[in-house]
């Protein structure tokens, strides 16, 4: 079975690439990042939509070996409750498309068949993995710019306050409050929760402005 190997990256440097595309395609931090209208006509790229592939495989979508396709299951793109996972996917695989489609181009597969068995049996091998984590951290990023999500959080200090003057239990503290915001907040990304929840947590600083 065919593998891809992906170039190491540092957090830093794949924020650095989201970063560079919001600039080239984007062109500002207006915040929900219309993702699906980039991907269809600033990228060019051909929405294919399958019946069952998420059922099949655990796939909401995937982007074609070729670069030029995004296949995407039909119920999860047609039904409003899937809206905000969707919308991480398609920017988690633009940042396929973005970082590594040199790499998927000259390894090639025969079939989409072949393809989408690479992406599933070998999800949790090192190489597949950090190619799958980096397109999540890129995602996270391009999603949820941080000067955006600073100006929410700096928004919710009023709340920050009254949760810490609140939190007299000992086993309350930054996860809690994390959550507490990240649910006050993921709908002005469009994101669901967690993907606030892990910007929250990945981002320089963030945790330190938070903590009291």
Same mark, same amino acid.
């Given at each position: 079975?065919? #593998? ?7 957090? +830093?440097?794949?924020? %650095? ?43 909401? @979508?995937?982007? @074609?070996?070729?670069? %030029?396709?995004?296949?995407?299951? #039909? #119920? ?20 396929? /498309? ?10 090639? /597969?025969? #079939? ?10 070998? =999800? ?5 993995? +950090? ?14 710019? =941080? ?11 009023? =709340?920050?306050? %009254?949760?810490?003057?609140? @939190? +007299? ?44």
């Amino acid at each position: 079975m065919k #593998t891809i190997r992906s170039d190491y990256l540092t957090n +830093s440097e794949i924020r %650095e690439k989201a970063e560079e595309f919001r600039e080239e395609y984007i062109g500002n931090y207006e915040i929900p990042v219309n993702i699906l209208l980039i991907a269809e006509k600033q990228l060019d790229l051909k929405i294919v939509l399958e019946e069952g592939l998420g059922r099949r495989f655990d796939i909401d @979508a995937y982007i @074609a070996p070729n670069c %030029e396709e995004l296949w995407v299951d #039909t #119920t999860r793109y047609t039904k409003r409750t899937w809206e905000e996972r969707l919308r991480f996917t398609f920017a988690h695989e633009i940042g396929h /498309w973005y970082m590594h489609s040199q790499i998927l181009e000259e390894i090639g /597969w025969d #079939t989409k068949e072949d393809w989408i068995e690479t992406r599933c049996d070998q =999800k949790n091998h090192n190489n597949i993995s +950090s190619f799958e984590i980096q397109s999540d951290e890129f995602a996270g990023r391009l999603l949820v710019p =941080k000067q955006k999500l600073v100006e929410k959080i700096e928004e919710k200090q009023d =709340k920050i306050d %009254e949760f810490y003057d609140n @939190a +007299s239990r000992p086993w309350i503290g930054f996860d809690d409050l994390k959550g507490y915001l990240a649910s006050d907040i993921c709908d002005d990304f469009k994101v669901t929760e967690k993907v606030v929840e892990k910007r929250i947590e990945k981002e320089d600083d963030i945790e330190d402005m938070l903590r009291q």
